[in-house]
């Protein structure tokens, strides 16, 4: 097994699993000492994907990979998620009992992984995936994806605020709030004191 970092043709196992139907192996370059990863899996029936135009393909799984990581750049989602993600759907196709599957059904199988997984990630397949043509697109679609998954916390997305900023805000609402309450007691005591000023004069305050 050739290491992907310094081509060394070979390496030692320090970690293997069985994940589904593969086996996972965790190897160290001999030369570089440089860690990565395979997969090993039985060889089976070829499964074919038929196009949207009608044409059929052998399903290739690395084309499937590449698609979510691209989806998945720059945002909290490991390589180890991705890996076990990809792994999961091919699963799922095989599972299916057919020997041909329509793009369309992968494509949706990943749109609802990422769904669930993170939602800057599902728009940005979606975008591909739907071949969105304006930002109108984009937007219908964050809409929807919005009213499907209510806001919650997740350890695993990124937070729009920091702690400290979300307290200076807190901090701010409570002295406007404090500044908005007193300028109300003063309006309305200055009301009654031009009350008292206008009062109309009896006849038992005359002389």
């Known amino acids: ?17 069985s994940v589904n139907d593969t086996i996972r192996r965790r190897r160290e370059c ?26 059929h393909e052998e399903f290739n799984r690395n ?3 590449n698609g979510v990581r691209m989806a998945c750049a720059k945002r909290p989602v490991s390589q180890e998620t991705i ?9 799922q196709l095989r599972k299916s009992g057919s020997a041909e599957v329509p793009a369309t059904m992968i494509g949706d199988i990943v749109m609802e992984r ?11 397949f979606a975008s591909v995936y739907r071949n969105f043509t304006d930002i109108d697109d984009v937007r219908a679609e964050a809409d929807a994806y919005a009213k499907q998954a209510p806001l919650h ?3 695993s997305q ?22 908005i309450r007193k300028s109300q007691e003063k309006n ?15 006849k038992q305050d005359c002389p």
């Open 30 to 55: 001999l030369k570089c000492d440089a860690r990565f990863t395979t997969y090993e899996r039985l060889q089976t029936t070829t499964l074919m994907v038929v196009k949207k135009d009608g044409r």
């Open 188 to 202: 309305n005591g200055s009301k009654l004191g031009q009350k008292k000023q206008h009062a109309p004069i009896s």
């Open 1 to 17: 097994m050739k290491c992907p970092y310094c081509n060394y043709n070979d390496s030692k196992v320090i970690d293997s699993r």
């Open 153 to 155: 916390t997740s350890t």
């Open 158 to 179: 990124l937070h729009l605020f920091t702690d400290n900023e979300i307290n200076l805000t807190n901090s701010n609402n409570s002295i406007s709030n404090t500044l």
């Open 114 to 124: 990422l769904r669930r997984l993170d939602g800057i990630a599902y728009i940005r």
């Open 83 to 91: 890996e076990q993600m990809v792994e999961e759907i091919e699963l």
């Open 63 to 65: 084309k499937l990979a």
